[in-house]
Every structure is written in C-alpha cells, then in structure tokens.
C-alpha cells in the first residue's frame, strides 16, 4: 500500500516543474505582496526538493510517506512564514532548515514512542512474573496491594501498569473477553467486584 502511494506520487512529481532561480525570485516578491497563487506556485516548485530531503531520512524507523507528509507539511509552513529577503538562496536555506527540523522531529518522536513501548512491556513482564510467583505463595491471585508492596511500588503505580497493558491490548483487538484483556497471566479480574476507578487515588 504505501508503496502504491509512493509509485503515484513519483508519477505526479514527474508533471510538476521545479522552480528556476528567476522563477523563484518573482515568486517571492509577489508572494511577500500576498499573492496566494504566488506562495502555492512556490510550494509546487520545491515538492522535488522536500522528497529529496525525505529520503535522506528513511531507514530511521518512519516510513518514507510519512516522511513525504512531514516535509510537504513542512514546506508549505515554511513558505506561509517566510518573510526574508527575495533572494533564492536565502529562500531555500530557510525551507531546508524548516524540513530537516520537522524530519528529524518525526524520527525523534517515533523513537521515543519505541522506547516507551519496550519500557511498558518489561514492566507487564516483571509485573506477571512477580504476580505470579506470589499466587504461587499464596495459593491465590494477588492483591494490588500485595503486588505493590512486593515490587516497591505505590497501588498507583501499579493500577496504571495495568491500565496501559489492558488499553495496549483492547486498541489492537475488535473484540476481545475481560481475561485476554488484562494481558497479565495470573491477575484475576472478578465480576463481583466493584470496578476499579484508575483515575482516583486510594
């Protein structure tokens, strides 16, 4: 799919003229005049340009669409905003360093978004071992309670590692049963008890 996407754009860059340095000079002049066809010409004329960036940034965990977007979103920014000189090469210093910023924003934020997912699954994985283990010593599932006390952790703490592994779980699921939902062996939800409110404090 996203290779479709990425063919069918290559092919409709491919009908679109760069801008020329001349081009380009007249276009910023009347575009600092608040001609709006001026300012979309601009952006037409350097699409080339922001992919050229884009792709510089694959292969650092965003897809290359992705990448498209961003720059595009970028470039159209940074022509809306753009109030220097009508010099070209001012002009496309400013738009690289307005695309480079948002590309290396993109991957930024994926990567954190990676990181906080490793961290959300070892602890699920440290919660359900320690669970585990303590229903084994108990001869029953554990309290919150217990499982925090054992783990050096508030009943907060522990509640939203829970809420987290279970909204983890129901966005990837259409459906999906209170026990496969919970997402962690050995933590038993009873229907005849009072739903925990994750939102208050004990």
């Known amino acids: 799919m996203h290779d479709d996407f990425y063919q069918m754009y290559l092919e409709e860059m491919g009908n679109i003229t760069p801008c020329t340095v001349e081009e380009k000079?007249?276009?910023?002049?009347?575009?600092?005049?608040?001609?709006k066809e001026a300012k979309k010409r601009l952006v037409e004329g350097h699409l080339g340009i922001a992919l050229e960036y884009a792709?510089?940034?694959?292969?650092k965990g965003v897809l290359l669409t992705d990448l498209i977007q961003e720059a595009n979103m970028a470039l159209l920014m940074a022509v809306e905003e753009y109030s220097g000189s009508s010099e070209?090469?001012?002009?496309?210093?400013?738009?690289?360093?307005?695309?480079?910023?948002?590309?290396?924003?993109a991957v930024d934020e994926e990567e954190s978004a990676d990181i906080t997912g490793e961290e959300l699954a070892a602890r699920?994985?440290?919660?359900?071992?320690?669970?585990?283990?303590?229903?084994?010593?108990l001869g029953r599932e554990a309290?919150?309670?217990?499982?925090?006390?054992k783990m050096k952790?508030?009943?907060?703490?522990?509640k939203g590692i829970m809420k987290m592994?279970?909204?983890?779980m129901s966005m990837n699921a259409e459906s999906a049963d209170i026990e496969a939902l919970s997402g962690i062996e050995g933590l038993e939800i009873l229907e005849d008890e009072e739903p925990v409110d994750y939102n208050t404090e004990d």
């Open 25 to 35: 000079s007249v276009l910023l002049k009347e575009a600092g005049a608040g001609r």
């Open 55 to 59: 792709r510089e940034y694959q292969d």
């Open 88 to 105: 070209a090469g001012k002009f496309d210093l400013f738009i690289e360093a307005e695309i480079r910023r948002a590309l290396a924003l």
């Open 124 to 137: 699920v994985n440290v919660l359900q071992t320690v669970s585990q283990v303590l229903s084994g010593e």
């Open 143 to 149: 309290t919150v309670e217990e499982l925090a006390e």
């Open 153 to 158: 952790m508030t009943v907060e703490e522990i």
């Open 165 to 168: 592994a279970m909204d983890a």
